[in-house]
């Protein structure tokens, strides 16, 4: 039977960090003379229904405080938890935008939520350098929180309530590994943070130096390391200088590289790190992809050959990441160009980073494990394993991936349909579901880079929104609850 206690207490905990969060804007709201009564209102409901959960979760019927072993989380509570504190997330998150005025509708300002924690980076703003600073730095805050996840955050504290967290830390890690730097689940969710952090520090203070305001260099430092996209400029990076556009580029990189390997090379662990095969996939795509578009570009447009080489750069590292940023049209560039960055969309970077998308381990394992089924073929007798950074890769693991890869690509068939019957062109129903699946951010046809999402009908940004918290937990999180299997008593 499912313990509702455990849920209500983890979710208030949660509402306390976001509420607490929304009031760091305040002083920002104050220093550019606008209202700070939003977020400080915003902030006051969010904390409220914090402490109303919280009470809840410290009660039984007869009075009584609640016990430890009452609220101890197992697999169905774990996936209940993430789930709903991703709804909680989304509806007080939202608060600020309609306090305000910013974003009147419920739909548009629901959207705008859910891609920011999401770190999908589609925005419903038509013009985003006319809105509230204060607002804008909690549409970036709101990526910075989904980055690496709210949850993590909350495992690291989590035995101060008295609560396990390995099975939140499950649910919520992603990708198909969440390898573990620590034997307790708490301190590998602190070393992930810190990391996150000071990558985070690192780049705003480097933006900072390359001529951005401190304004500006703390939005687009959240929104880089959260692989987001958000930004305080309606043109996105390519408003900025080229020394800017190559800081972004840089931690761009490192957000979708597996956190697990950044500490390892903190901890100058280098044979470790350079014995992953998805980082040498990730790199070599990058190297590669780059030296094409960059020939393909300078070939198609007048500009300098080190312009074709930033944009280029800047774009792949962009979509592969899921983060979103724009430097360039690349839509405008060849069509064999802009075929490419739609299957950029799919690919996502590496499992245990920031990142959206499948994550290039698991299309590792497709195209190994598929290679070597032509052996199999050959010599039917023959025990043939799947090795992935020289480890066997264990049958279930590979089983999950496969169904994993066909959800995915079934879900991405269907939303396509149905945003195709709710009124959109062909082009854009897939354009706007593979960068919401994915949570990319820009997409193609109505949806590209140059255009935003404002214009589609509340049915679809709500519709799309589900679509991108499903994206963004790895669809077996959500989906599963959905099962009868998940909801029996035994």
């Not at 509230?132 to 980055?147: A, E, F, K, M, V």
């Not at 937990?473 to 099962?483: A, D, R, S």
């Amino acid at each position: 039977m499912i313990n509702y206690r455990p849920i209500a207490r983890v979710v208030s905990v949660l509402l306390v960090i976001i509420g607490v969060l929304m009031w760091t804007g305040v002083p920002f709201s104050a220093y550019y003379d606008e209202p700070t009564q939003p977020l400080l209102y915003a902030g006051v409901t969010t904390l409220v229904a914090a402490g109303l959960l919280w009470l809840i979760s410290h009660r039984k019927k007869d009075g009584r405080t609640a016990s430890v072993a009452m609220l101890s989380i197992h697999k169905r509570e774990g996936y209940l938890i993430v789930a709903l504190s991703w709804v909680a997330m989304t509806v007080f998150g939202m608060l600020p935008y309609l306090y305000s005025g910013m974003l009147p509708s419920v739909p548009d300002a629901l959207f705008e939520t859910v891609s920011g924690l999401t770190t999908t980076g589609a925005s419903t703003l038509t013009d985003i350098e006319i809105q509230p600073r204060g607002l804008l730095y909690w549409r970036s805050l709101t990526q910075w929180i989904g980055g690496m996840g709210i949850i993590v955050l909350t495992v690291a504290i989590l035995p101060l309530l008295g609560i396990g967290g390995i099975e939140l830390f499950a649910a919520e890690a992603p990708g198909p590994t969440s390898d573990k730097l620590h034997p307790r689940i708490s301190e590998t969710a602190k070393r992930l943070w810190f990391i996150y952090v000071g990558l985070t520090v690192l780049e705003g203070f480097l933006l900072y130096f390359a001529g951005l305001s401190p304004y500006e260099a703390i939005n687009h430092a959240l929104t880089t390391m959260a692989t987001g996209g958000f930004s305080t400029r309606n043109a996105s990076a390519a408003a900025f200088s080229p020394t800017i556009q190559y800081i972004i580029i840089l931690f761009m990189f490192l957000a979708g590289v597996n956190y697990t390997l950044l500490y390892l090379g903190i901890k100058r662990r280098w044979s470790e790190v350079w014995r992953s095969s998805e980082l040498k996939a990730y790199v070599g795509l990058i190297v590669v992809l780059t030296a094409i578009f960059t020939a393909r570009v300078s070939y198609h447009t007048e500009d300098t050959l080190e312009q074709c080489f930033r944009d280029s750069m800047f774009q792949i590292v962009s979509l592969i990441t899921t983060t979103g940023f724009v430097s360039a049209d690349y839509t405008s560039w060849a069509n064999s160009l802009t075929m490419v960055c739609f299957v950029l969309l799919f690919l996502g970077a590496c499992a245990g980073s920031t990142s959206g998308g499948i994550k290039l381990i698991r299309h590792l394992v497709f195209f190994k494990n598929s290679y070597l089924e032509f052996k199999r073929l050959i010599h039917p007798q023959a025990i043939v394993p799947l090795r992935l950074n020289g480890q066997i890769v264990p049958g279930r693991i590979i089983t999950h991936i496969f169904n994993f890869l066909l959800l995915y690509l079934m879900i991405f068939v269907l939303g396509s349909v149905v945003l195709s019957i709710l009124g959109l062109d062909f082009i854009t129903a897939v354009g706007a579901m593979a960068t919401s699946l994915g949570n990319v951010g820009p997409g193609i046809g109505g949806v590209g880079p140059t255009d935003n999402f404002a214009w589609l009908s509340p049915e679809i940004k709500l519709f799309l929104s589900f679509v991108m918290i499903v994206g963004r937990l790895e669809i077996f999180t959500v989906l599963i609850l959905f099962t009868p299997y998940f909801w029996r008593l035994n």
